[in-house]
């Protein structure tokens, strides 16, 4: 019983494989780097940051992202007009083909909310980035005191 529940596993992981490949889409030309995440004190919302780059000869529309971690993802953009910061619901975010987008402080982040445990510096969180046409891209976040800048020397590849 041991062995045939240990051989049914990898047949298991294989056709989860598959069925990811048959959904690519954007995604697919999608590469993520330096994905961090700026942990605030208490119940404050986090900013989740990224470089998307893609590779593909379409653009790509990012739609939305959501996490495990946190109960509220959503599609932010702050911008600054006559001296006073503010911040704004986006619809979309399109990364033009071979080209790039960057979520980062002060433009486009992801504002992350109702964390659920608590997410502490240090910890990794998935995020599972949704694009247009369907497909995703699971992404993995390193988390970073509020007063980090950058996603320091936990880079992604
Ligand atoms: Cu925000």
């Not at 993995?140 to 005191?145: E, S």
């Amino acid at each position: 019983m041991i062995i045939r529940t240990a051989r049914a596993l990898p047949l298991l992981a294989t056709g989860l494989l598959l069925a990811t490949s048959a959904h690519a889409g954007e995604a697919e030309h999608i590469r993520a780097s330096h994905a961090w995440i700026r942990i605030l004190p208490g119940d404050l919302p986090a900013g989740a940051y990224v470089v998307l780059e893609n590779t593909g000869d379409q653009p790509a529309t990012l739609r939305s992202a959501n996490s495990t971690r946190y109960g509220s993802v959503m599609l932010h953009k702050s911008s600054s007009e006559g001296g006073v910061s503010r911040m704004a619901m986006v619809e979309s975010l399109v990364i033009p083909a071979h080209g790039e987008a960057e979520l980062a402080p002060g433009g486009y982040h992801l504002m992350m909310g109702k964390a659920n445990p608590p997410v502490k510096p240090g910890d990794e969180v998935k995020l599972t980035l949704h694009f247009d046409d369907g497909s995703t891209l699971d992404t993995d976040f390193v988390t970073r005191p509020a007063n980090a800048t950058d996603a320091g020397d936990a880079h992604q590849h």
